[in-house]
């Protein structure tokens, strides 16, 4: 049974930094094709893809974190990160990751079958 665990999300204010974390467990990082990302949900609003990553490493990236944030994974730990930069308070939210395997619209959450509980992110000035 695969399970995401995502930490790391706090209250920070404009301009600050933040790093999320997601382990997943239950899933091999060896599979063949799969994609990881992170997805956000703003108070109120729908939720929306933040970033993405394939097996190769490719990156996918919304417009509106472009050159702020920098999604990565590390194998040998089963891990996903979210190092977020420059945050601004439309960044608040609730941060999740999830998984896709075989080929994927990184922006369709409806292809993503597996997500972690998420994390929450504040923003103030």
């Known amino acids: 049974q695969v399970q995401l665990t995502e930490s790391g999300g706090g209250s920070v204010q404009i301009g600050g930094s933040l790093k999320l974390s997601c382990i997943v467990s239950g899933f091999e990082f060896t599979y063949s094709q799969f994609t990881l990302a992170w997805f956000r949900q703003a108070p109120g609003k729908e939720r929306e893809a933040v970033a993405a990553i394939r097996e190769d490493n490719g990156a996918s990236y919304a417009a509106f974190v472009q050159g702020r944030f920098i999604i990565s994974k590390v194998s040998a730990s089963n891990s996903l990160y979210l190092q977020m930069s420059s945050l601004r308070p439309d960044d608040t939210g609730t941060y999740y990751c999830?998984?896709?395997?075989?080929?994927?619209?990184?922006?369709?959450?409806?292809?993503?079958?597996?997500w972690g509980q998420g994390t929450q992110v504040s923003v103030s000035s």
């Open positions: 999830a998984l896709a395997r075989g080929f994927t619209d990184w922006e369709r959450e409806d292809d993503f079958t597996d």
